[in-house]
């Protein structure tokens, strides 16, 4: 994973929900500018929700499984974010089986909605197939400071 859109999980119930945040910076790589300004693409917004999902599926499965993204209801971009941002990605599960997750969730900039996708689709795959188990749980271990 080249990005890392996930500075935290705050909080998560297995097979549930997941509520994470990030916090933007100029010295971020993703930046693109609109009308002078710099502002996060939109797909990054969805990428931070998948995240989220993400680290709720490893966290509900010990690790074990990841997803990937098989296809999509909706999404709706309702805004823009400027570096500085504070990011909210929350995350409900619509379902959750042996094979597959669905998701769905909302992000937003400073208590603003910014993002809203519902129906997101996972395929649940081993998570070894993807990354070391080592690295996966040293992320796992940076990203789940909840109450920290």
Sequence with gaps: MRFHLIDRVEEWEPARSVRARKVTSYSEDYWEEVDGQPIVPPPFLFEALCQAGTWLIMNTTDRRKRAALLSVDSVSWLGHVTPGAVLEMVGTVDSFGEERA???GHVTADGVTVLEASEIMCALIDADDLASAD??????????RAGD
């Design 102 to 104: 669905i998701l769905s």
């Design 135 to 144: 690295e996966t749980e040293r992320l796992q271990t940076m990203i789940n």
